[in-house]
């Protein structure tokens, strides 16, 4: 690889480590059984930027539903890496 594209593929990795707001572009919700008859956890896995980035949610199983209802509600979601916040684009 030569030098000036060294260069910019370096800058380019910079970029992407830089972006701290991705939209959601999927979201793939499970349940798992910690132990048999026990109440069991939620997760959310948030697909970021079409898959530039991904990030696990553990919400508490109340949370699970707001989140899947904000979800189907709005056009688009973004969220923010560096303070863990779901920011819904239109949410009326």
Known sequence: MKARQRRKF????NTEQTIKVRQVTDVQASWTEDQRG???????????DD???EYV????ASDTKVMLKLFRSTDKVY???GNKVLIPS???
């Open 38 to 48: 026990e109440p069991g956890s939620f997760t959310i896995q948030l697909i970021l």
């Open 10 to 13: 370096v800058s380019e990795q």
């Open 51 to 53: 898959g530039a980035e």
């Open 57 to 60: 949610l553990q919400p508490t």
């Open 79 to 81: 969220f923010d890496l």
């Open 90 to 92: 239109n949410v009326f």
